[in-house]
Nanobody
Framework: QVQLVESGGGLVQTGGSLRLSCAASGGTFSQYGWFRQAPGKEREFVAAISWSGSVIYYVDSVKGRFTISRDNAKNTVYLQMNSLKPEDTAVYYC?????????????????????WGQGTQVTVSS
């Protein structure tokens, strides 16, 4: 049974940093990523990385501030979030999938991923 356990969320001031972790068990996957959902908004793609780490995608709003990485030995994906802004406030969800189209640019739809974590709250105060 696949299980995704997220950690690292919390409250931080504008300009601060947080690192989210997501430990996967019950399988290995071709791609790992993060989505987020702010109050009253649609869930949106944030970042994704291939199992090898050779392919990485970010939504434009986090480029240069967030870094996604993987530790294959631990089957864990991380999201380092720097220079946080109030608009980054959201519940962040870890996702994993096996979509072969990931490598050709299909990566930002909810249906591109097979399993979802329970979510972790990130709140950035102004």
């Amino acid at each position: 049974q696949v299980q995704l356990v997220e950690s690292g969320g919390g409250l931080v001031q504008t300009g601060g940093s947080l690192r989210l972790s997501c430990a996967a068990s019950g399988g290995t996957f071709s791609q790992y990523g993060w989505f987020r959902q702010a109050p009253g908004k649609e869930r949106e793609f944030v970042a994704a990385i291939s199992w090898s780490g050779s392919v990485i995608y970010y939504v434009d709003s986090v480029k240069g501030r967030f870094t996604i990485s993987r530790d294959n030995a631990k089957n864990t994906v991380y999201l380092q979030m720097n220079s946080l802004k109030p608009e980054d406030t959201a519940v962040y969800y870890c996702v994993v999938g096996t979509n072969p189209a990931f490598y050709s640019g299909t990566y930002d739809r909810r249906r591109d991923y097979d399993y979802w974590g329970q979510g972790t709250q990130v709140t950035v105060s102004s």
